[in-house]
């Protein structure tokens, strides 16, 4: 097997493992009104970090079909095109924004600087909480007040100490030479 071979298995694995982390992380949960309190944050957070923009956005893309081909991975172990297309759906795909815009703090770099990953990390919280926010309020009709009170608020203190979190974490990997594509 080539060098270029065990790099791409190399990267594959990593891009399933990220993966998994997310329907893990699905199951640390603590319901919180219509959106749900996991830790499927934090591990899209640290995906993108991880991983990088283009890897991060395959595994988190595969995260949601293995949820719409019906594997229990969404948060409460739920599954389905549905529950995809339901009233959190919006905060579903917008885990793919989250995971790009994580994954750009990466491009460049070895180890991500403080300043530069929480940048992104909060860029795409702010994505992540947009797009789940208006599709909440559209399909439940909600309004603005009450979206952010119940979709948007209340993660926001918890979801800034994910992404230190996942950040220090990622720091962590790099330092030991631990990331895809590092060796």
């Known amino acids: 097997m080539s060098n270029n071979s065990l790099t791409d298995l190399h990267q594959l694995v990593w891009t399933s493992l990220m993966a998994a982390t997310i329907a893990a992380g ?5 319901p919180l009104g219509p959106v749900p309190f996991s830790m499927q944050t934090f591990f899209v957070t640290l995906t993108g970090f991880v991983l990088g ?4 956005a395959m595994a988190v893309g595969l995260y949601l079909l293995a949820g719409t081909l019906g594997l229990p ?3 409460g172990g739920k599954s389905g095109l549905g529950h ?4 959190t759906g919006g ?3 917008g885990f793919v924004a989250f995971a790009v815009l994580c994954g750009l ?3 460049g770099e ?10 992104f990390a909060f860029l795409g919280m702010a994505a992540l909480f947009i797009i789940g926010a208006f599709w909440l309020k559209f399909s439940l009709g909600l309004s603005w007040s009450i979206t952010w009170a119940k979709a948007v608020f209340p993660f926001l203190l918890w979801g800034s100490v994910k992404a230190v979190t996942a950040l220090a974490c ?8 631990l990331l895809p594509g590092q060796r």
């Open 26 to 30: 699905a199951y640390i949960m603590v």
């Open 53 to 56: 923009p283009k890897r991060g």
């Open 73 to 75: 991975v969404f948060a």
């Open 84 to 87: 995809l297309l339901g009233p």
């Open 91 to 93: 905060f579903l795909f």
């Open 105 to 107: 703090a990466r491009v």
């Open 110 to 119: 070895t180890i991500i600087p403080w300043v530069k990953g929480l940048a």
């Open 170 to 177: 990622a720091r962590y990997l790099s330092k030991y030479n």
